[in-house]
Every structure is written in C-alpha cells, then in structure tokens.
C-alpha cells in the first residue's frame, strides 16, 4: 500500500515539464492530475507562506492535511514575482519549460512583464494556459473569481436543489470544489492538445498557443443538453432533487438507521423485478405502470411503495437485498464508506504514503489508470514544504551557485 | 454567430484519428471534446437505432436536441458488431487510427475479438481508452453502470444536501450526467497523454497503451481533502446545505421575487462592507464577528440580518447592488440567464448553428478556448444522422465500391 517516495514517478508523461505560477485550486489541480502521470512540476510559490491551501482545513504540525495530496509530486521553489530578479529567474525557468500554467487575475501576468509575447520571446513554441473566473476578455475579466459564485452562473447550482413545492431551502452547494476541479481538467486537456499541435509540427516553426480555461464555461458545459431545449423550445431545465426526471422508479430512498438508499428500476424488467422484491405485485401488474411514461406520472406512489418497504431495514441490509435481486442499487457512501469499499481497495484508490510532516495519509490513487505495458504514474512524494526544491532546481536545473541561493535568499526573492 | 458549415473544424488536434465504440454519455462526451479541437472521430453505431442518446430528452423531427450537440463534429458510421463481417471492418477502421475509445461493459471488447491484444496486433502502438462504471478489474466490474449509483458510491451524492437538523429530505442530485461527463475528461487526459508518450519515443517501437477509467473513481478525486481527513482523524466530511462550512458568511439568500442570490462575504474587509451595505453597522462593529472563526460560529445570525435585506428586492436587484459595492454576488443562474448573460456571449459560448433536421439550435461554444495563433477548433456540423458517413469512411478511406456498400446494407452489416 505504501506507494511513497522521492523520486518522479515514471508515468506517460515522462519528460513533459510544467512551471505552475498557480494557486488557490484551479490551476494546481491541473498540474497535479498531469503531475501524477509523470510530468515534472515546477510549482512557483510566494517564499514564506507559499500557497493558501497550505493552511485550508484541517492541519497537523502546520500542515494541512489536503496539502498532502494537492501538492504531491511537484517541486516547490519559492520566487518574489514582485521583484525584478524575481522575475528575471521565472524567465529562466519558464526557458527551460515545455509549458506554462497560471490563475492569476487576467492581466497579472503582463504586469510583471511575464506575458504572452514575452514568454514567446524567450521560449518560443511553449505553451501558456491561463485559468481564471470568466475568461481572459469580456466585462466580467476583471471581476474576482469565487467558486460558489462560478458554479451559480454556470447554471450548475440552480439545479442541485428540490422544486419549490418540496422545499423552501435554496439550492445545496455539492460540497466539493467541483468548478476548480472541472476547469483543472478542462486545462489539462487544453494542454495536452497544445502539446500535440506542437509536435506533429515536428520542427516546424510554430507560434506557443495560449489556452484559456474559464471557471464558468467549465460549469456550463455540464449543461450542453439545457442549451439546446432552451433554445428551441424556451424549457427552462429545473431541478428535480433527488429523482431523475424522465424515468422511474429512480431515487433515493430512507432506510431504518437514517441512511439513504439509491435504486435505479427504471425499465420494464427493473421495474417488475423490484415490485416483486417488496411484495407489490399489484403495482407491477397494474397497467397505468406497463410504462415509463406511465411510472413517472406515478412516481410519487411507486416511490411511497418502495420507501414503505425500504423504512423495515437499514441501508446496509436494503441495498444489498436489491443489488442481490439485481436492480442496481447503492448505500449513498460516505467518505468512509470509499475509503473500506473493496473494490475502490483492490483499485488502488486507497493509497497510505509517508508524509514527512503528518505520517501515514491516505491518499487518492491515480486517474486515469495506465496499463503495465509501460509506466503508469504514481505518488513519488506527498505536498513539499514551501521552497523544498529550490536547492535542485536552482541549483541543478539553472545552475546557480550556493552562494547565489544563499544571497537570493537574504534578499527574500527566494 | 452562424459557425456550421460541413469541415472538419480546424484545431489543434487536427490530424489525429480515434474511433469510438461508444454510447450513452461518457465515451461520447470524451470524443465529442476531442472533435471540438480538431479530432477525426469516427463513431460506430448500430445500424437502425444508433446512440441511445439520439432519442434522450426532447426531440423535434425525430431527433433529439441534445444530440445535436452530443454528436456534433463526429463522423458516423453504421457496424453489426455481431457479426465477423462487422468485426473485420472494424479492424480495419482501426487500423487506420490513433486511437479507440470505447464504454462496453468490461469484457465485451474481448468477446467480440477486438481486445487489447488484438488491437495491437493490427495496429501496434494504437491507444485504447476504456471507460467502465467500476473499471476494468475488481470485484465489482461486471455490476450495470448507472451514472446515479456512480456518483453515490463516488462519495459526491452524500455531500450534495443539507444537514438532518435542517431538512429531511435526501440528497439532490446535481441534475446532469455529472460523473459521466467528468469521467470524459478524464479519458481524454488519458488519451492525450498516451498520444504523449507515444510521439515522445518518436519511432522506437513501443506497444500500446491501454487506459482504464472509472465513473466511481472520476467523482471520487473529487474527494482528495476529505480522505484525508479521514484517514488522519476520522472526520466524516458531511454536507453543509448551501453553505461553506468553513468560511462565513457565504451563503444562497432568497428575494423577494422568489430568486435566490449568492453572497460571498467572508474576508475581514468584505464582512464590514457587506453590514455597511445593508445598514447593519451593529453586526460590523460586534467583536464577536471581528474574525472568522466568530463569523462562522454565529453565521446563522448573519445569514438572517442578510436574508432580511434581500427579502426587500427582487434578486436582479439585490445582486447587482451587492456586486456594485465590491462584494462577490450573482443570482443563481437558470439556463435562460447563462443565455442572456453578456459574458457568456461575448465569449462565443452561445452559438447559433444550423442543424439539417432542426433549424437553428444553440450550441455552447469550445471549452478549453485557443488563441488565434492557430487553429482553435470550432462547430463543423452538429450531431449528424445514423451513418451519414458511411460512404465517406468505408468508401473514401477503406476504398469499398458503392457495390460493396450496397451489399454490406443488403446485409445489415452497415
């Protein structure tokens, strides 16, 4: 299980070097995914306090405890982007790198004179993936970038929520940073593809592309299907809570310990199959149900029936019954329930790494999954200390001296 | 705002060649990013019927909306897969690729004769992208994939709703193919970086790679912070309804026209303008509020003093005065705001495409955006009819006669 060390973890992306002038989630995000399939990762951070997830949640010897995977398999060097030989050595580096990717504010990059033509100028062909809230241009560029805020306008939260004869509380936030993680993936992808633009060239002279990712256009194309019902027929798509609007029986359902079941009997067979799993034959023989349309105009009665049934045992025993049945059905998983389900075990989804700072940490394992027919990536090393490769990277990679390291570090530009 | 016509748009992934044995969401939505860049997708349906997806949702002319944006920029072609004169052209279809993509149940590539091996025996180096429920091994990969059982395994369901003491109703869903749609990006990360790897060892020979990617696992990274959390503390991350758990207050409020709006008002400095904003100067200058952690300790008192002031406008109002005090604030988005909103249209995120079957339909537009140093990909054609291009695949690139098409129709093999 032990899957830590310190050494770059040998993946598809073997070579592929990153300088990441990221922070907050987006944009490290993006690099850690691509970090984990064996690209190097020079992540740039502010020298002292570094990157702010550092500190989020919860933490253990000033650590936090999502640092240790955020970070993982990246180099940290610290750099003052406020000073000019701050800036000269991001030159360097970014000279040295395949491609770039920030989440500043728009137009930060070009106050430090790092912006596009200059990074062109200097390594030309590099790729520049620039993540924010809105996008590079239009009237919102400049506004400040808040997950909740780009998850709302993205039309995502309007429906994670129940319909207002159900339920006077405002839609629920999923709970997770899902419009980062989004816009992360949707940048790496930016990326890749930029890469292989760069190398079917193969030599030929070619400009360095810049992608830009926004938060609220990842979240808007979760909703490509809206789109076009709007459009055509002026259906405004509201949220339906916990069923699914065009079949039934599909939903969650309570059980005697509190939990919530999933079932999903929403075909013919399904649907009978589950009628007679809890004694109603009456309902599976009834002809206004010979149907879906049928089941979703009864769906409050066939999911009375179902809940009536599932209310006698716990969630544990009810969705076993089910799957046994096979209708496919779930507990609704906890973090823990991941963490002991036994295939996301025999996945390697559950991986304990040493951290030096925390100890044993459970991390996530890797996605997407690579064959052995070559190297699949892995977990070199757990989130470093801020500034833990300046000496390797300064050093080795730029080839200053230990004096040079030295004096750049009473001068607090490393 | 007119961007169809019937070329391949030109992007960075021009050039690059998959084919997809694919349905559904999942491995459609991978190719149809892909498409969106540049890429050649060649989709192979089932003669007759097709994607299921042809018919989800609302349809006009026997086509379904959503499809036209589902299906868009790919080429489709028909193939009886149960049949060994089907199987032989897809061989030879796939000799002709980079890559495969495909989402059978596991197992069914193999029973057909198109598994790993035998790919890379026709093709060797090709890139094969498997996308399953569960993944390709493990206890639980033959289980029927549903995208709902997927995300409550994948621990996302769970946090999607509000505590037990604030309602009793089960968790939302997020209201659209969420898991599916992240295990897209997923497999297209996987599949670029294979393509990576693979021009990366320019010529030396070097077998295929074969990527396997999980609906449960895509929606489980999602989760990195909280495992651990528990791993280290056996923290149970729980769902906090509509608001941040760890920053206050940021919250949904509701308004007076029904609307609800999203404030984000947690930092020292925008605390203090917030209460300014709506005349409670009193909260502002409570030292039990002076900090975070008294914010979120007391965030159900400053919610309410917020919801009080919302209350009196309608939620246009409300946000606008909000955000023109310098504080991060929208309503919450329906799919007919995304539309209006000048940011999304200045951005070509709202696209007006001629679609054959439909008339005018509105597409999103390309996510993740290039810069006009290149091709940036575009809108082609929108999703195109069951085998529409079955003379330009088998006979432009496999070099069939019409007679031999006529006779693979005869057939039923096409």
């Known amino acids: 299980m032990n899957n830590s060390n310190s050494a770059q973890p040998d993946g598809p992306l073997r070579g592929l070097r990153i300088v990441e002038l990221g922070h907050f989630v987006a944009a490290p995000f993006c690099t850690r995914v691509l970090a984990d399939l064996g690209a190097e990762i020079i992540k740039v951070e502010t020298p002292g306090r570094g990157d702010p997830v550092r500190t989020w949640g919860k933490m253990i010897n000033g650590k936090s405890l999502w640092w240790s995977v955020h970070g993982r398999n990246k180099k940290s060097v610290t750099l003052n982007l406020k000073h000019p030989r701050g800036i000269e050595l991001a030159k360097r580096l970014i000279e040295k790198a395949d491609a770039v990717v920030e989440n500043f504010k728009p137009g930060q990059l070009e106050r430090w004179g790092l912006g596009p033509d200059v990074i062109e100028a200097i390594n030309p062909g590099c790729t520049l993936v620039r993540i924010s809230g809105y996008g590079q241009t239009g009237p919102y560029k400049d506004r400040a970038a808040f997950g909740v805020i780009g998850e709302a306008m993205g039309g995502l939260r309007h429906l994670t929520a129940f319909p207002a004869d159900q339920s006077d509380l405002p839609p629920a936030r999923t709970g997770v940073s899902l419009g980062d993680m989004l816009t992360g993936l949707y940048a790496a992808i930016g990326l890749l593809s930029a890469l292989y633009e760069k190398r079917a060239a193969s030599g030929k002279s070619r400009p360095g592309r810049v992608v830009d990712v926004a938060l609220t256009e990842s979240v808007f194309t979760l909703l490509e299907g809206c789109l076009t019902e709007y459009g055509k027929l002026g259906m405004i798509r509201q949220p339906t809570g916990s069923t699914l609007p065009t079949n039934a029986p599909s939903n969650a359902y309570p059980c005697k310990d509190g939990k919530w079941i999933v079932i999903a009997a ?47 045992m716990v969630g544990a025993k009810a969705s076993r019954t089910v799957q046994e049945a096979g209708i496919p059905s779930t507990e609704i998983y906890t973090i823990e329930d991941c963490t002991n389900d036994p295939q996301f075990q025999h996945r390697g989804m559950i991986r304990k790494i040493d951290d030096p700072r925390l100890g044993d940490v459970l991390h996530p394992g890797i996605v997407p999954r690579f064959d052995d027919r070559g190297p699949t990536g892995g977990i070199g090393w757990a989130g470093p200390d801020v500034g833990a490769h ?25």
Chains 1, 2 share one sequence.
Request: hydrophobic share 40%; net charge negative.
């Open 390 to 414: 300046n000496t390797e990277v300064y050093g080795g990679m730029l080839g200053l001296t230990p004096d040079d390291l030295g004096t750049l570090k009473r001068e607090a530009i490393i």
């Open 266 to 312: 929403n075909s013919d067979a399904l649907f009978a199959r589950m009628m007679t799993l809890i004694g109603r034959e009456d309902l599976a023989a009834d002809s206004r149900f010979d149907d879906n349309p049928g089941r979703v105009e009864g769906a409050r009665e066939l999911d009375g029936a179902i809940s009536q049934w599932t209310m006698t």
